[in-house]
Structures are given as structure tokens and as C-alpha cells.
């Protein structure tokens, strides 16, 4: 059992975690819309709804490929390899599911932070698609036409999409509880204060 006394390890920049937050609110934002939309469906303002949410694609599109660069040129522990553990997420199909704690990304929230933005990326390409089949609107408005019949073949793959983004969100803060209130470890202010509760001599190797 480790004993070790956690201490504060200054793990996350600020462009990271200002991407952080800029990806929950945007997708908050989406999630907001989507639902107005439904709620005002068949009325003038479903038009108006619908088309916010799109800018709110657009807003979160901007963030992820913020963070696609800053994977590729930020510190450790912002960098994509920080994220890649495969070696470790073939040990969790063995069941193992305890792992040293390391300054950056969790080995296993990794696994689901990568599923995520996979799940972003379909989305994004769904939901370009179907904004200009609906509205004519976006980069691929020029393709209105294809993209309207394209459009409805993608809305349950997009809704789907959308299912998986809450049952993450879920995990996610379910994982913050866990950690807080179970474990008496407060993680869930990394991503604020940008600082890592961790034993004295974290393990910084990548798994």
C-alpha cells in the first residue's frame, strides 16, 4: 500500500487547460441547443436554435484543432504521447486496473479522453454534413445537394455520437466524485489551478 503523502506537481499549462474549458463549453453549449431545438420543433425558432447550435460546432472545431497543434508542440504533459498508453490499456483487458500515479494524464482516463475525441471528430464530420444538406450553411454548402440525402443517412450515426459524449460526461464526473470524496484526492482541480495532488516521487515515465 503506498503511504506516500501527496503533494502539489505543477502538471498543466494554461493553453491546456484553457482548451479544456473552451471544449466543455462548447459542448455544453451544443448539448443546450440541440435540446431547444427539439423542444421548439416545427416553430420559426427551431431555425434560429438549430443554427446556434452550428456555431457552436464551430466554436468547438476551433478547439479541437487548437488542441490537435498543441498536442503535437506543448509541454510533456500536453503533448498526444502523454494521452497514447496502449501497453497499459492492453494490461486492462487482462484486468489490471491499478497503475503507479504519474504527473499528466491517467493511464486509464486517457483511454477514455482519446475514445472522446474520436467520437468528437465523427460528429463534427456529421454534423458539417448535415448543416449543409438543412441550412446551407458551412464549408460543405457548396455540396448542399449531395449533402442533404448524405445528411439524413448521418443523423443517427450524430445521435449516437451525442449519447456517447453524455455517457462520457457521466464517467467523467463520476470519476471526479470517486476521487474527491472516495479517495480524498482532489483531482478535479488540476484542470483549474493547473497542479496535481501526487505521491513525492511520481512516476513521469510514459506506460
Do not use: C
Not at 460546432?57 to 478547439?63: F, K, M, P, Q, V
Amino acid at each position: 500500500m503506498n503511504t506516500s503523502i501527496p503533494k502539489t506537481h505543477a502538471s498543466y499549462d494554461p493553453l491546456l487547460r484553457l482548451t479544456h474549458a473552451w471544449n466543455a463549453l462548447a459542448i455544453i453549449g451544443l448539448i443546450a441547443t440541440s435540446q431547444l431545438a427539439e423542444f421548439f420543433e416545427h416553430s420559426p425558432t427551431e431555425t434560429a436554435v438549430w443554427q446556434v447550435h452550428i456555431q457552436f460546432g464551430y466554436t468547438l472545431i476551433g478547439d479541437l484543432l487548437v488542441r490537435l497543434i498543441w498536442g503535437f508542440v506543448g509541454p510533456q504533459t500536453a503533448r498526444w504521447s502523454d494521452l497514447w498508453h496502449p501497453r497499459a490499456w492492453r494490461s486492462m483487458l487482462k484486468g489490471k486496473f491499478h497503475f503507479a500515479p504519474r504527473r499528466g494524464h491517467d493511464v486509464r482516463a486517457s483511454l477514455a479522453f482519446v475514445g472522446l475525441y474520436g467520437v468528437l471528430l465523427m460528429m463534427i464530420l456529421t454534423g458539417l454534413t448535415m448543416a449543409a444538406g438543412k441550412f446551407q450553411m458551412g464549408p460543405l454548402s457548396a455540396w448542399s445537394g449531395d449533402a442533404k440525402s448524405l445528411g439524413k443517412l448521418l443523423k443517427e450515426p450524430h445521435e449516437v455520437g451525442f449519447t456517447l459524449v453524455l455517457a462520457f460526461i457521466a464517467l467523467h464526473l463520476a470519476a471526479l466524485l470517486y476521487h474527491r470524496f472516495i479517495l480524498r484526492i482532489p483531482v478535479d482541480q488540476a484542470m483549474i489551478t493547473g497542479k496535481q495532488y501526487l505521491p513525492e516521487s511520481p512516476d513521469d515515465k510514459s506506460t
